[in-house]
């Protein structure tokens, strides 16, 4: 199963949003098995994948609230379906603000308490792209529960963080200007 709403079609339909140039550097935040990585890399860009468990030897161990790269070192920061497990979505979001060049883009899938679009915004970047893709989360997250392929912790973290809150799944495309 795929770890993050809509798989490797959702992960193209997101790196669409912008125009990929070959060689642009790219972290890929949360990026568990590399899937994403693959999939940057076959459109020629310069990828490394950040997991505080990585899966896969394209990913290294890392904190992407913490993150080990120079300020305005990358071109690109994607992360699909993971701030949310960091427990701080706003601190995730000033650390791409904090390693994106001029001009780099954030591309972000992820759950919603309904403020990470303010959240985003209120960083500094442009949002070039946003759209509701709640539908496509909660058939993702019914399949798990479904075929029991969800992880036990993924589901009580959302019971604990997002108990009587209406939550959403967004994706945002924006630059750092």
């Not at 990929?20 to 459109?43: H, N, Q, S, Y």
């Amino acid at each position: 199963m795929n770890r993050h709403p809509g798989g490797e079609e959702q992960t193209i339909h997101l790196l669409k949003r912008i125009e990929l140039k070959k060689g642009m550097k790219a972290l890929d935040l949360g990026a568990g098995e590399g899937e994403t990585v693959r999939i940057m890399k076959a459109f020629g860009l310069n990828v490394q994948g950040v997991d505080l468990a990585p899966r896969s030897s394209e990913v290294q161990r890392g904190d992407f609230l913490d993150l080990q790269y120079a300020a305005d070192s990358m071109d690109l920061c994607i992360s699909q379906c993971a701030f949310f497990v960091s427990r701080d979505q706003k601190k995730a979001v000033s650390e791409c603000w904090r390693v994106l060049k001029k001009g780099g883009f954030l591309l972000l899938s992820d759950l919603d308490p309904g403020n990470l679009l303010e959240i985003v915004k209120e960083t500094g970047f442009t949002i070039l792209c946003q759209e509701d893709q709640t539908a496509l989360w909660r058939e993702y997250y019914l399949d798990a529960i479904w075929n029991d392929s969800f992880c036990c912790e993924d589901h009580k973290l959302l019971q604990k963080e997002y108990k009587g809150r209406k939550i959403g799944y967004i994706m945002i495309v924006g630059r750092k200007e």
